[in-house]
């Protein structure tokens, strides 16, 4: 098997899912079988199918050859990336969250400047 350091997700690999354009994922390696639909046995439609998903499963149940095996070396071009996804880097509090919390903040702001003078008055009368 050729070495290739690629790695493509899921996502990505479940985008090439035509007979012009077709990848599938067997045991954690990502095919480009495009060159390879006309002459499959079992004819193109089973790996348009078996885009889009882990299709390991799917493959052992067809009880393919070790030739059949060899062979996938050919249409090999990376890795499955299996890492999380990233965090998103979008702000996680809304800009109309923020307002709000201004709005909230100047009213107790407000509340306790007023108590302040009420008891301010309230003492100088006595």
Request: charged fraction near 25%.
């Amino acid at each position: 098997m050729p070495t290739i350091s690629n790695f493509y997700t899921m996502q990505e690999a479940s985008l090439h899912n035509t007979k012009d354009d077709c990848w599938i994922v067997v045991d954690g390696k990502v095919y480009d079988v495009t060159q390879y639909l006309d002459d499959h046995p079992g004819g193109d439609d089973v790996l348009i199918a078996a885009t889009g998903k882990d299709a390991t499963d799917d493959f052992e149940d067809a009880g393919h050859s070790k030739t059949a095996r060899e062979l996938m070396a050919e249409y090999y071009i990376g890795e499955l990336d299996t890492s999380p996804p990233p965090l998103s880097t979008k702000e996680p509090v809304s800009e109309k969250f923020m307002q709000l919390r201004k709005q909230y903040l100047a009213a107790s702001m407000a509340l306790v400047g007023i108590s302040v003078i009420v008891g301010f008055l309230y003492l100088r009368k006595k």
